[in-house]
Each structure stands twice: as structure tokens, then as C-alpha cells.
């Protein structure tokens, strides 16, 4: 088969001057705009004699029939957030399509069947909820938790998707999908600089990051700024300094990410010593133990903080979710792959969550290719990937895929 990555540059100047503006990429999950991005995907499948179903969950199947029903999909999504990028999904599934045209190509029929799906609602968007696509079809998703999600504009879940042929209640149905999948693999871009400062354009990733995210709430006393003394004040502003800063410490000492990405005051004034604060607090780590470590220790020292500055504090769990590693044999053929393309063999973990870790979850054997992201910008217009690196992603892509079939 002869593969043929300007294609996939092609497809993806196309699919951005359909469904994008001077703003960027705009296809929004369960919008008009994702829809015609799901009829011209379609379309270009079966250009090439790919069939295209769309499941309960909105998810797209394009599908080039082997002798056995033995399957390798290859994914991504093509929605985006607003005002998104180029390449943030899009990518996975033309490079996707690419492999299944240049198959069919050859004229000869596969002996496993290849598939590539394009997921909705990965960005999660509409509902504040990322993974919908995916999550659905490895049977992820607390349903009773789903159904209470509003969108954008107030509807409920079952109201939109359901004008795009999907349905809650019949989400179950879909894992029909993966069924006979013996590996998913998904190229998709970094949306970070680790590549560029390595000075390569490839890497194999072997996991996604768990996450713990939890709430400090702290409580101190409304004091005039310039009339109480600095002994025996009860700052929760203070309180909530220390430990943005602990956080981030605690992430370089121990690895892993850790941020405060939110803060709220109150009063906010500027004359009054914070009476209360709030700050959202979340670590990331490839490793179980790490990330559940760091949790205690950071939890820990908010407790003995709070203690020093006087205030009371409540910690409240919001989110959590365990690393994943990929499939160990699907990683060490993108690690050679990757080792042939660009005389280096480069092994990181994902930071964000993909569509890949909700596939792993259900048991298939899986596995990511990163290729390099200009300045780790991402979810922007500014989203750029150097056309020379997208080819050899595509190739490497192509050559794992072969390799599996
Ligand atoms: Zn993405």
C-alpha cells in the first residue's frame, strides 16, 4: 500500500475552511457546524468505499471490511472547542481516513477489518463533561450523572443529542463497536512543548495522567486592613497564598503537575483582610501511587497551614480519576517506530486526558502517537503543526498500523 501524508494535509485545509472562520476551528459537539464536519467525513469515506455508521453516542465509525471481523481502529474526534484548532483531533481521524483509502487502495481485501472512529464529544463543551463519545462506548459514564448535565443553553442532554440520532438510553449499545477490536491505536498532537525542547517530532506515549482535584474552602475573620495588627490576624487570603505555592512545590519536588487554577476572595476588598477563600486545587501524575501520595501530603499541610493562620478550612473531593497505561506491546512498536522515523526513540506520558484512556479502560489494547506542537499551544487558532512533521507522524502511524493488520 502506498500512503500518501499530503492527503491527509489536504483533508485537513478542507475540513477547516468548512467548518472554521477567521476565529478558528468552530465544531462544537451537537452543533450544525459538527454535523456537516460528520456528512463530509462521510462523504470522503466513501469515496474510497468505506462505509460510515453513526452510533447511539454520536460516535462515527467508517469501516473497510477485512475477511475477519477481527478489527484495528484507529481514532480521535473531530469536534472542537470554540474558536479551536486545526489539527486538536482532526488530525487522528484523517490521518485515520489516509490509512483507509490508501488500503483501499490496493484493491486487495485486508485479512483483519480496519476501522477509524471519530468520537463525539471529546472536548465536552457543550455539558462541561469531556470523554461522552468514548466514555459511552467503553461503558464509563455514570448515566444518572450525564442525564442531569445541561448545555450551553440550558438543554438537556437527551434533548440535543437527540436531534443528532443519539440517545442516552441507548448508550449501552455501543460497545458493540469495539467488540472485536484487538488494538486502538491514535496519533494526535501534543498540545504541549516537551517535543519541541527535545528537538523531535515524535514520541510514543505511554499513559495518561490520573487527576485529583479537590476544593479548600478556608474561613478566617473580616478585619480593617489598617486598624488591626499584624499578631492575631485571620487571614484566609494567607492561608490560600501558602498553599498555591505548596502545590507547585510539591509537583516539582515529587513529579507530576500541580496547579491552583482558581481562586475566590471574599470580600475582595481592598481595605479588608480576607475573611474567606477558595482555591480549586489539582494534581496530576502518571503513577497511582505518586498522584494518591501527593494528595495526602498536600491535604496534610492545607490542615497544618489553616492551623498556623488561625482560619478553619473544609476540603471537599471534586473530581478524581486513575492514570491509565497503555498497552506495554502496543508501546514498544511506536517506541521503534518512532526510533526509525527520527533516529530517536521518545517515550512520554499525556497530561490531558484523550479519547485513547477511555478505550484502555475498557479493555482493548491501546496505545498513542504524539507528534510536536508549536509553542504547546493548543484549543486556539494559534494551534500549529509543522506540515513535515505531520507527514512523518502519518507515516509512522501507517507503519504501526501495518504492522497490526
Ligand atoms: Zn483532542
Not at 441507548?170 to 498540545?191: M, S
Not at 502517537?369 to 507527514?391: C, K, M, N, W, Y
Given at each position: 500500500?502506498?500512503?500518501?501524508?499530503?492527503?491527509?494535509?489536504?483533508?485537513?485545509?478542507?475540513?477547516?475552511q468548512?467548518?472554521?472562520?477567521?476565529g478558528?476551528?468552530?465544531?462544537?459537539?451537537?452543533?450544525?457546524?459538527?454535523?456537516?464536519?460528520?456528512?463530509?467525513?462521510?462523504?470522503?469515506a466513501g469515496?474510497?468505499?468505506?462505509?460510515?455508521?453513526?452510533?447511539?453516542?454520536?460516535?462515527?465509525?467508517?469501516?473497510?471490511t477485512?475477511?475477519?471481523?477481527?478489527?484495528?481502529?484507529?481514532?480521535?474526534?473531530?469536534?472542537?472547542?470554540?474558536d479551536?484548532?486545526?489539527?486538536?483531533?482532526?488530525?487522528?481521524?484523517?490521518?485515520?481516513?489516509?490509512?483507509?483509502?490508501?488500503?483501499?487502495?490496493?484493491?486487495?481485501?485486508?485479512?483483519?477489518?480496519?476501522?477509524?472512529?471519530?468520537?463525539?464529544?471529546?472536548?465536552?463543551?457543550?455539558?462541561?463533561?469531556?470523554?461522552?463519545?468514548?466514555?459511552?462506548?467503553?461503558?464509563?459514564?455514570?448515566?444518572?450523572?450525564?442525564?442531569?448535565?445541561?448545555?450551553?443553553?440550558?438543554?438537556?442532554?437527551?434533548?440535543?443529542?437527540?436531534?443528532y440520532g443519539?440517545?442516552?438510553?441507548k448508550?449501552?449499545?455501543?460497545?458493540?463497536?469495539?467488540?472485536n477490536?484487538?488494538?486502538?491505536?491514535?496519533l494526535?498532537?501534543?498540545?504541549?512543548?516537551?517535543?519541541e525542547?527535545?528537538?523531535?517530532?515524535?514520541?510514543?506515549?505511554?499513559g495518561t495522567?490520573?487527576?485529583?482535584?479537590?476544593?479548600?474552602?478556608?474561613?478566617?475573620r473580616?478585619?480593617?486592613i489598617?486598624?488591626?495588627?499584624?499578631?492575631?490576624r485571620?487571614?484566609?487570603?494567607?492561608?490560600?497564598?501558602?498553599?498555591?505555592?505548596?502545590?507547585?512545590d510539591?509537583a516539582?519536588?515529587?513529579g507530576?503537575?500541580?496547579?491552583?487554577?482558581?481562586?475566590?476572595?471574599?470580600?475582595n476588598?481592598?481595605?479588608?483582610?480576607?475573611?474567606?477563600?477558595?482555591?480549586?486545587?489539582?494534581?496530576g501524575?502518571?503513577?497511582?501511587?505518586v498522584?494518591?501520595?501527593?494528595?495526602?501530603?498536600?491535604?496534610?499541610?492545607?490542615?497544618?497551614?489553616?492551623?498556623?493562620?488561625?482560619?478553619?478550612?473544609?476540603?471537599?473531593?471534586?473530581?478524581?480519576?486513575?492514570?491509565?497505561?497503555?498497552?506495554?506491546?502496543?508501546?514498544?512498536?511506536?517506541e521503534?517506530?518512532?526510533?526509525?522515523?527520527?533516529?530517536?526513540s521518545?517515550?512520554?506520558?499525556?497530561?490531558?486526558l484523550?479519547d485513547?484512556?477511555?478505550?484502555a479502560?475498557?479493555?482493548?489494547?491501546?496505545?498513542?502517537?504524539?507528534v510536536?506542537?508549536?509553542?504547546?499551544?493548543?484549543h486556539?487558532?494559534?494551534e500549529?503543526?509543522?506540515?513535515?512533521?505531520?507527514?512523518?507522524?502519518?507515516?509512522?502511524?501507517?507503519?504501526?498500523?501495518?504492522?497490526?493488520?
Amino acid at each position: 500500500m502506498t500512503i500518501n501524508p499530503d492527503r491527509v494535509l489536504r483533508d485537513l485545509e478542507e475540513l477547516a475552511q468548512l467548518t472554521g472562520n477567521g476565529g478558528g476551528a468552530q465544531r462544537l459537539c451537537w452543533t450544525p457546524t459538527w454535523e456537516n464536519a460528520r456528512i463530509w467525513l462521510r462523504d470522503k469515506a466513501g469515496q474510497v468505499g468505506m462505509q460510515s455508521d453513526n452510533d447511539e453516542a454520536g460516535n462515527q465509525w467508517l469501516t473497510l471490511t477485512g475477511e475477519s471481523e477481527e478489527a484495528i481502529v484507529v481514532g480521535s474526534h473531530l469536534d472542537s472547542v470554540s474558536d479551536g484548532g486545526k489539527y486538536d483531533g482532526a488530525l487522528g481521524v484523517l490521518a485515520g481516513l489516509e490509512i483507509g483509502r490508501a488500503l483501499a487502495e490496493t484493491g486487495k481485501r485486508q485479512s483483519k477489518t480496519f476501522r477509524v472512529v471519530s468520537f463525539a464529544d471529546e472536548e465536552g463543551v457543550q455539558f462541561g463533561r469531556s470523554l461522552i463519545g468514548s466514555g459511552a462506548v467503553a461503558n464509563t459514564l455514570r448515566l444518572e450523572d450525564i442525564r442531569k448535565l445541561r448545555s450551553l443553553k440550558g438543554e438537556s442532554v437527551e434533548e440535543l443529542i437527540n436531534a443528532y440520532g443519539a440517545s442516552i438510553e441507548k448508550f449501552e449499545r455501543t460497545g458493540r463497536w469495539l467488540k472485536n477490536a484487538r488494538a486502538y491505536v491514535e496519533l494526535h498532537i501534543e498540545q504541549g512543548p516537551v517535543l519541541e525542547r527535545l528537538g523531535k517530532p515524535l514520541a510514543a506515549v505511554s499513559g495518561t495522567y490520573g487527576a485529583d482535584r479537590y476544593q479548600a474552602t478556608f474561613s478566617g475573620r473580616l478585619d480593617h486592613i489598617a486598624a488591626s495588627p499584624m499578631i492575631g490576624r485571620k487571614d484566609a487570603l494567607v492561608a490560600a497564598a501558602r498553599v498555591i505555592t505548596l502545590v507547585r512545590d510539591t509537583a516539582l519536588r515529587l513529579g507530576g503537575v500541580g496547579s491552583v487554577g482558581r481562586c475566590e476572595v471574599t470580600p475582595n476588598f481592598t481595605t479588608t483582610v480576607a475573611e474567606g477563600s477558595s482555591i480549586i486545587i489539582e494534581h496530576g501524575h502518571d503513577d497511582l501511587e505518586v498522584l494518591q501520595r501527593t494528595g495526602r501530603i498536600v491535604r496534610n499541610a492545607i490542615r497544618q497551614i489553616a492551623a498556623e493562620e488561625g482560619v478553619d478550612v473544609r476540603l471537599d473531593d471534586l473530581w478524581s480519576t486513575p492514570p491509565v497505561r497503555f498497552d506495554p506491546h502496543l508501546v514498544s512498536i511506536f517506541e521503534e517506530v518512532v526510533g526509525n522515523e527520527q533516529g530517536k526513540s521518545i517515550t512520554i506520558p499525556s497530561g490531558p486526558l484523550h479519547d485513547a484512556a477511555e478505550v484502555a479502560a475498557a479493555g482493548i489494547p491501546t496505545a498513542m502517537l504524539f507528534v510536536r506542537s508549536r509553542d504547546g499551544i493548543s484549543h486556539s487558532p494559534a494551534e500549529f503543526t509543522d506540515d513535515d512533521d505531520i507527514r512523518q507522524a502519518v507515516v509512522a502511524l501507517n507503519s504501526v498500523v501495518e504492522r497490526l493488520l
